[in-house]
């Protein structure tokens, strides 16, 4: 008989650095070939996108090339069945991937997940990976004291929901990867994992800074017993929970319009509240008209990642290193998009507790460049801009 195929799959709270590990392993040769599926709360599958590679046009709930995003409602209700169907496309791939890689949303729920995983007896659960957020467990949760209940759980009604999901997740990993180290003293770091031991003795802890921990470390570790896992959700009363946690949802902001560097600067310092766990997309500033960049925020930390620039402006070939042929060919992609902003855009998703959600988009609306800002930019106005200018390389 072929052998099982096997399944990582890593899920870990919002914000804890899933993405950025993926990312890493997937440079790893001998995981060339291996499939991916992103099951991602966004309805436009970002983490999909970025996974997936430039010039992949992703589909929800279809295997593209190697990769399957399941974002929207194949996250939530449509989760089993969605699964199953991106399982048996991967099944018949050629040559057949050494692994599938899942990358979960940090709102997902274990048991409806493991569950959905592992319908299909071509597969085996390899891992279960929960991401821990280092500077979040330190500065929100007494280091792991408070999913412990060591020490009492903060009175913020968001970050209360969100320990309650974390020590759920934790509850069902076999490994545990304590993300984002490097934020933190070392000693600091050593007694987060002697915390977690005591949440769940039987998994193995790792640490990881700048996504330094790979796949293959983790050889040694023994598979999780998926029977041991059942009993663990009946004994929770977990078997017949919703897919995600409740009342974590997200909701998108689309506009062409720029933002004014200063006034999203504002909306992050004043309206950033406790319940808006993540969010991430695509935006541009009026002051670097150039800049695809790439947001993304967990609690009060943000990065601003350039990814690429918009044609609209390499149109302008200001450093005449574009040959004719290459202009005339920018100006047919474009001759479809805004006439004043071309293909530049924002596409940001916001994913938390409603009441955070909806103040921060209406922060964000207010943040948008109005018309008379619009004028000034195309006369070539410069705007405030508090943002970080210095790049970082990070490989």
Not at 79 to 88: R, T, V, Y
Not at 194 to 214: E, F, T, V
Not at 279 to 286: E, I, M, Q
Not at 343 to 370: M, Q, S, Y
Request: glycine share 6%; net charge negative; aromatic share 6%.
């Amino acid at each position: 008989m072929t052998p099982a195929l096997p399944i990582v799959v890593l899920t870990g709270f919002l914000g804890s650095g899933k993405t950025t590990l993926l990312r890493r392993w997937q440079r790893d040769e001998a995981l060339r070939d291996a499939a991916v599926v992103v099951h991602d709360l966004s309805e436009f599958g970002l983490d999909a996108e970025l996974v997936a590679g430039e010039g992949q046009e992703i589909e929800a709930g279809v295997l593209t090339g190697r990769v399957a995003a399941l974002h929207g409602s194949h996250a939530k209700e449509r989760l089993h069945e969605s699964a199953g169907k991106a399982l048996d496309a991967i099944a018949a791939l050629d040559p057949p991937p050494p692994l599938v890689l899942v990358e979960s949303t940090g709102a997902a729920r274990p048991w409806p997940l493991i569950a959905a995983f592992t319908q299909d007896v071509r597969f085996a659960l390899r891992h279960f990976i929960v991401t821990v957020d280092a500077l979040n467990l330190h500065r929100d949760f007494s280091d792991g004291l408070v999913l412990t209940g060591e020490v009492l759980p903060p009175d913020d009604v968001a970050l209360r929901h969100a320990a309650e999901v974390l020590a759920e997740q934790i509850a069902f990993a076999s490994v545990i990867v304590l993300t984002k180290t490097d934020t933190l003293p070392a000693a600091v770091a050593q007694a987060q994992v002697k915390i977690l031991r005591k949440l769940q003795p039987r998994a193995a802890i790792g640490l990881s800074a700048q996504a330094g921990l790979l796949l293959p470390q983790l050889d040694a570790v023994p598979a999780p017993k998926l029977p041991v896992l059942r009993r663990r959700a009946e004994e929770l009363s977990l078997t017949t929970t919703r897919v995600t946690a409740a009342d974590v949802d997200c909701l998108v902001i689309r506009d062409k319009r720029p933002f004014h560097p200063q006034r999203l600067h504002q909306a992050c310092q004043r309206h950033l509240g406790t319940g808006l766990y993540r969010t991430k997309g695509f935006l541009w500033l009026a002051s670097r008209p150039g800049h695809v960049l790439l947001w993304q925020q967990s609690g009060s930390q943000i990065t601003l990642e350039l990814t690429g620039f918009w044609r609209a402006e390499m149109l302008h070939n200001r450093d005449g290193k574009l040959l004719a042929e290459e202009v005339v060919l920018l100006k047919t992609k474009l001759e479809k998009e805004h006439p004043v902003f071309g293909d530049r855009h924002v596409e940001i998703t916001l994913i938390g507790l409603k009441p955070a959600r909806e103040a921060f988009a209406a922060a964000l609306e207010a943040a948008f460049c109005t018309d008379g800002e619009v004028e000034a930019w195309q006369r070539g106005e410069t705007f405030p801009d508090p943002w970080p200018t210095e790049l970082r390389h990070v490989e």
